[in-house]
């Protein structure tokens, strides 16, 4: 972003307080802001309330957030410089240092960046504060909670603004009125183009199926589950009979410890149905549980086999590199593209834009497959010289040769040091052969 002249700020500010008040007054009890049904949540119709936290509360939701959080926050990021040659890295650079080494005094790059994520996947949007030193640099990205943070937009001039309360204990603090270059927004889709959907709100009522199945499946075992019958008692019992029989048998006969203990009975007690072990109506149960998990996987893009669902595979193929390469195209890159291309608007000014200059994700190490495809992938690109030996051993963890002996293009390597050169002609001999006598 250009740098904001004072005026636009003082025009900005007036417009934005203005906006703001009348944004606090549209959400009500009756009528609440959408970010406040997604924090506090809203009931499904399985009578389960769904927020951020109950989503996390079911695995296969944690394990989709949390894989895509985790690689987002674990692949280098840093800004390059696109040239006529290809492009360089511009390791000097401020954001450079935001990116790669320290964003701020709390969080490592990989924490920040997960953090952000993780909040994207859950919520649907997640922001950050840009702190700016006085020639209006980034020196500093602060993740900042949602529930602080009012989107002010403009949609016939397509702007964004934004207004930050001030934190909790930030007793006497004014809130903030902000533009989009002192706030880092990452969306997951949106309709809208300004705040992004979340996730969760999507997934309610699949979320809200799988929490109260779990609930069930809990009560389920509790009340020992693998013996699906009715008792018929000897003679009319009170209820204070009922009530004591019923306490011995399930202390001798539920939960998961005595699941699948023999039952003794004693007297005229008898069983209606005698058939031991899971009903089909059971295995009914199980097997909604893992569709449940399927859609959480469908929403996020995630093959289940990736949370460790191992009896789903994958239609991008069967094998472990094929089902990681459909990952990386059709699941990660959009969100590593969206990423660069936020940090880029944010941080980087239109000049620098202007001039190459953007933030790229190295992608290398999510794309490396096995040791022999590498391997012959390399040797390919050696040959065509597309790839020098020095660049190979670069992409096998090892140092470069020594005298830059390995940074020739031109000619393949050879075992001597050097490259390979062809051997010198030998001129025909001109000396007659002798006649051999005895």
Request: hydrophobic share 40%; with cysteine.
């Amino acid at each position: 972003m250009a740098k904001p002249s004072m005026i636009d700020r003082a025009l900005s500010a007036v417009g934005l307080a203005r906006r703001a008040s009348t944004d606090a007054a549209a959400s009500s009890l009756t009528a609440p802001a959408p970010w406040l049904v997604d924090f506090f949540g809203a009931k499904s119709a399985a009578g389960i309330t769904v927020n951020e936290g109950t989503a996390l509360g079911i695995p296969a939701a944690y394990a989709c957030i949390s894989l895509l959080a985790n690689l987002v926050g674990s692949l280098p990021a840093k800004v390059i410089r696109r040239t006529a040659a290809g492009h360089e890295d511009v390791n000097e650079h401020p954001v450079t240092r935001l990116l790669a080494r320290t964003p701020n005094e709390i969080h490592s790059p990989f924490e920040f960046r997960r953090i952000m994520q993780a909040r994207v996947g859950g919520s649907g949007v997640a922001y950050a504060r840009v702190i700016r030193d006085g020639a209006y640099r980034p020196t500093a990205l602060v993740p900042l909670a949602r529930e602080r943070v009012t989107v002010l937009t403009d949609h016939e001039r397509a702007t964004l603004a934004y207004r930050v309360a001030p934190p909790p204990n930030g007793t006497g603090q004014q809130a903030a009125l902000l533009t989009r270059g002192d706030i880092l927004q990452v969306n997951a889709l949106t309709t809208d183009g300004f705040v992004g959907i979340s996730p969760i709100a999507v997934l309610r009522e699949s979320i809200g199926i799988a929490a109260s199945q779990r609930i069930a499946y809990g009560s389920f075992l509790g009340n020992s589950p693998f013996f699906n019958t009715a008792l018929s008692a000897p003679a009319a019992l009170t209820k204070a009979q009922v009530d004591d029989f019923r306490a011995q048998w399930q202390g001798t006969q539920g939960g998961q410890g005595n699941a699948g203990r023999t039952p003794i009975l004693w007297g005229e007690w008898k069983y209606l149905d005698k058939t031991a072990g899971m009903s089909m109506a059971d295995a009914e149960f199980l097997a909604s549980r893992s569709f449940e998990n399927e859609e959480i996987c469908r929403v996020f893009g995630i093959p289940p086999i990736l949370i460790g669902d191992s009896k789903k595979m994958s239609s991008w193929g069967t094998g472990i590199e094929q089902i990681n390469q459909g990952f990386l195209t059709y699941a990660l890159n959009p969100w590593l593209i969206n990423w660069e291309q936020s940090l880029g608007v944010s941080l980087l000014t239109e000049e620098e834009q202007a001039s190459g200059l953007s933030v790229s994700f190295d992608r290398t190490a999510l794309m490396q497959a096995s040791l022999a495809t590498r391997a012959a992938f390399a040797r390919t690109m050696r040959e065509i010289g597309a790839l020098s030996v020095n660049d190979v051993r670069r992409e096998f963890g090892f140092n470069d040769l020594p005298d830059n002996i390995g940074d020739n293009y031109a000619a393949p390597f050879n075992n001597q040091g050097g490259v390979n050169t062809p051997a010198p002609e030998v001129a025909p001999s001109t000396v007659e052969p002798q006649e051999q006598t005895e």
